[in-house]
Structures are given as C-alpha cells and as structure tokens.
C-alpha cells in the first residue's frame, strides 16, 4: 500500500520561503515520477514540479527559478524548496506519484498520477 505524506507547509510573507517534503511508504515503482501540484480556492489543481527517476526536473512557468524540486532516494522523501513566495503561490499543495512509466519523464500532467498525499496549506501573504 503506497502512502504519501507532506508537512512543512505554513504562513509566510511574501518574499520569503519554505520547504515542504513528502515521505514515501510502500512505493517501490522505478522508471517513475513524482510531482508536486496545487490547488487554490476556486482554481482547478495544477502542476508545479516533478522530477523523474533519472532526476530530471520540470516546472511550471510561474515557479520556474523560484522553486526547486529535489529527492532523497535513501529517505523516500521528496522535497520542494520554495523561495521568493508570493501571495498567487497560495494553496493546498499536493505530492503525488505515479506508476511505471513507458516514457521516463518529469511529468505534470495530472492524469498520469495515481498516488496522491492529503496535502498541505501553503499561505503567502502580502
């Protein structure tokens, strides 16, 4: 049974930073991505980073060398570095996974995810 579970969320100000991470259990798939997605009130969830299982990235434009997606294989634990935060970065953020995939690439596209965390609040005001 595959579980994901993120915490590091919180309030900040605007320009400033957090790291969220996301622990792994029982997921065991190679040939794989993980993301990061988010979802704010009255929005549809989108996709803020992923990175696959030979490390490559791929972010969303709003975040691009703002946020930093990492993993530690040796701690199933997949880390999102977000740093000069704004307060259009507000949102529950989500970790997800998928399973094997035929093309190994750093999606997000939200339909190749299956495993899904309960998320966590992210809140940057102004």
């Known amino acids: 049974q595959v579980q994901l579970v993120e915490s590091g969320g919180g309030s900040v100000q605007a320009g400033g930073s957090l790291r969220l991470s996301c622990v792994a259990s029982g997921y065991r798939y190679s040939r794989s991505s993980m993301g990061w997605f988010r979802q704010a009130p009255g929005k549809e969830r989108e996709g803020v980073a992923a990175i696959d299982s030979d490390g490559r990235t791929r972010y969303a434009d709003s975040v691009k060398g703002r946020f930093t997606i990492s993993k530690d294989n040796a701690k199933n634990t997949l880390y999102l570095q977000m740093n000069s935060m704004k307060p259009e970065d507000t949102a529950m953020y989500y970790c997800?996974?998928?399973?094997?995939?035929?093309?190994?690439?750093?999606?997000?596209?939200?339909?190749?995810?299956?495993?899904w965390g309960q998320g966590t609040q992210v809140t940057a005001s102004s």
């Open positions: 997800a996974a998928t399973r094997a995939l035929l093309v190994i690439t750093p999606t997000l596209n939200l339909g190749a995810y299956v495993y």
